[in-house]
């Protein structure tokens, strides 16, 4: 009997079956001839560079690649990180804790931090002092223009000057009189995210707020704060909801928003601390991923394996040894042919490694689970359950093990049975438990390991025998 590993069950408190989606383990669309899909471990994350020496640095808030250097705010400082993860203070642009804003254009990169707007031209880093120019929530670069946002009006700067801007060219996203949270360019389109609307805007020109509104574009959904959207897929994606709904993901398209979603991530959604909620989106190696980051983990789908499977593909990340955990990544940014990140609980820059699953050399641990095994309420005799997979890739610890336990209820659950999975080399590993018991009604399988042992999980093998009643 072969059993499913993309997704398993649990029940909760309010007799609720629950989506459990794998942790630290990516579901990966691949006829292996075994099974048509397999789980491959999550990168690890290693040290790259660290700019806490410089004063005023802290935890990363955001970078950008302009001209092939790797642009960074650290803490309250702008920092360039070299190739080698050498790093230079640039100057200070404040902060409020929360994450920036950041673009480019021909000749210099936009900081939007502390609610101002800062340049640096490669020289210097100048702060924009006109104060027709307001706070700034949010900014862009479209069209030869920056484009801010205070929450309530478009600001844009002067062409000819963009440390210049003029009060007669405001413009504003007015269709529902909720906030301007975000704004984003796409295609060539600027657009507004508010909290229950997105508008879109393009360049016609003119003296006055060169943008105007595109009618049928507009989408009567926005996203739940600043951050809470990234472009993905040349679209926007987003956490929000329209007025008088609950949070759900959704991704923009012609003028509507697709939810894409699960019931289990709209509960999640609903239960989480969403005080640091940040959203952005990574293409790596034939995946889609767009992370939806919250302070007890992050939630991540592939629109790639969900367009191959026909169905919505969710995973988690988790740092730590715990079963759940802030993931330290954020703010990825493609740079020296390797993807570097910040750390949520230092100074320091990581580079995301799939040769490593620890992070920042601490160990990660990893589990999936099954769906109910089932026979009529007439039960079942497990033999035993063998896990069909990759072995033999790079381990740490002398003695690196898995485990697996049941539940017969979806809340608690038996004492976890650990085997070995070999060393480094063992690729004909063979993974089994033995005499794993009998159940009347339904069980659930969960499996576990740790970033000691890497491997990739491709089926789960049960023999078993009915039990007739």
Avoid at 34 to 55: C, H, M, N, Q, W
Wanted: charged content about 20%; proline content about 4%; hydrophobic content about 35%.
């Amino acid at each position: 009997m072969q059993i499913p590993i993309l997704s398993g069950v649990y029940t909760d408190q309010s007799s609720d079956v629950r989506t459990a989606y794998p942790r630290n383990l990516i579901p990966v669309p691949q006829n292996s001839g075994v099974s048509t899909t397999y789980l491959r471990p999550a990168d690890g994350i290693k040290e790259f560079a660290d700019p806490s020496s410089i004063p005023n640095s802290g935890i990363d808030r955001g970078g950008i690649n302009w001209n092939g250097t790797c642009y960074r705010v650290s803490g309250g400082n702008l920092v360039s990180i070299s190739s080698t993860g050498g790093v230079t203070n640039l100057g200070t642009v404040g902060t409020d804790g929360k994450n920036i804003a950041i673009d480019y254009s021909f000749d210099r990169i936009a900081i939007a931090s502390n609610g101002n707007l800062f340049y640096w031209d490669g020289v210097s880093l100048t702060q924009v002092t006109d104060p027709d120019l307001g706070t700034v929530v949010h900014m862009i670069f479209i069209d030869g223009y920056y484009m801010t946002t205070d929450g309530e009006s478009l600001v844009v700067t002067d062409l000819a000057d963009p440390t210049m801007v003029n009060p007669l060219k405001y413009g504003s996203s007015e269709v529902d009189p909720d906030p301007v949270v975000q704004l984003m360019r796409i295609k060539n389109e600027a657009y507004a995210i508010n909290r229950y609307t997105i508008e879109v805007f393009s360049n016609i020109g003119g003296d006055l707020f060169p943008f105007q509104r595109i009618d049928g574009a507009q989408i009567s959904k926005g996203a739940y704060a600043t951050n809470a959207a990234s472009e993905f897929m040349d679209t926007v994606a987003f956490v929000g909801s329209g007025r008088n709904e609950s949070l759900a993901v959704y991704i923009a398209s012609g003028g509507q928003a697709v939810q894409i979603s699960t019931r289990e991530i709209d509960i999640t959604l609903q239960e989480a601390d969403l005080t640091n909620l940040i959203v952005e989106s990574r293409n790596n190696k034939g995946h889609e991923f767009l992370y939806i980051h919250l302070a007890d983990r992050t939630l991540v789908y592939d629109a790639n394996a969900s367009k191959a499977l026909s169905t919505n593909i969710w995973f988690t990340l988790t740092s730590g040894l715990a079963e759940t955990g802030e993931y330290r990544a954020r703010n990825f940014v493609y740079c020296y042919d390797k993807w570097l990140v910040g750390d949520t609980q230092s100074a320091k820059i990581g580079e995301i490694s799939d040769r490593v699953g620890s992070h920042f050399t601490d160990k990660v641990s990893w589990d999936f689970s099954t769906v109910m095994m089932y026979n009529s309420s007439n039960g079942l005799i497990v033999h035993d359950l063998e896990m069909v997979a990759l072995t033999g890739l790079p381990v740490l610890g002398d003695t690196p093990r898995i485990a697996t336990r049941y539940s017969q209820d979806g809340q608690t659950w038996s004492q976890k049975k650990y085997i070995s999975v070999g060393s480094q080399g063992s690729y004909n590993k063979r993974l089994k438990w033995l005499q794993q018991g009998s159940f009347r009604q339904w069980r659930i399988q969960q499996f576990s390991g740790d970033s000691d042992a890497m491997l990739s999980p491709m089926s789960i093998e049960a023999r078993i025998e009915p039990l007739n009643f």
